[in-house]
């Protein structure tokens, strides 16, 4: 489990698997794939790539939230952690129709064939992911008028493209801070005035 840097680790997880995986004809258009933030889709202008647009965190509810489980052995107080949902647009840019279907396609199929992104591939990241963390990429229920008003407040114009959900990423606290137990008992002296002699 990994701090709050854990949301753009995940990110940047899946940006270099599908960047990794990216087959010759569609590289050589020439295409990437990049995470871009809302004030960076005027930098896709005239060229062709899948963006990773991160638009939403929200709680998952369907976890239980409190505190990392840890091994019977390790007697170290448990840490605290919140699990999240990331939802982001997959957009594919491109400068002409069969280039920017074809990158859409290809990155709905990976996704398809590989949802689940483990330690391995996380622990690129260089966080404290442990080994059983794991994170599901997954389509996104999405109504056409939410993704529309979504894109009326991104600069540029609309591009194919499809929500997709990343769960469950738990985030806690930093190593740093596990460091010191809390204080359970305080202990004052007590001794005599020599004023009142």
Request: with cysteine; proline share 8%; aromatic share 8%.
């Amino acid at each position: 489990m990994a701090n709050y840097r854990a949301i753009h680790g995940v990110m940047d997880a899946i940006r270099a698997f599908l960047d990794e995986r990216l087959p010759g004809e569609l590289r050589a258009a020439p295409a990437s794939v990049r995470l871009i933030g809302s004030r960076e889709f005027n930098a896709f202008q005239d060229t062709s790539g899948l963006g990773l647009y991160l638009h939403r965190i929200s709680i998952d509810t369907s976890l239980p939230g409190g505190f990392q489980h840890r091994p019977a052995a390790d007697r170290r107080r448990p840490l605290p952690d919140v699990p999240l949902c990331l939802h982001f647009l997959l957009i594919s840019f491109a400068v002409s129709a069969e280039t920017e279907i074809g990158l859409m396609g290809w990155a709905m199929q990976q996704f398809a064939t590989f949802p689940v992104l483990g330690v391995e591939r996380l622990d690129r990241t260089s966080l404290d992911w442990r080994s059983p963390e794991r994170v599901q990429i997954t389509t996104e229920d999405m109504p056409t008028e939410d993704l529309l008003r979504i894109w009326d407040g991104l600069p540029g114009d609309y591009n194919l493209t499809v929500p997709y959900l990343v769960r469950p990423v738990r985030v806690g606290i930093d190593r740093d801070s596990e460091t010191f137990e809390p204080v359970r008992t305080r202990v004052f002296a007590l001794h005599d005035d020599p004023a009142r002699d």
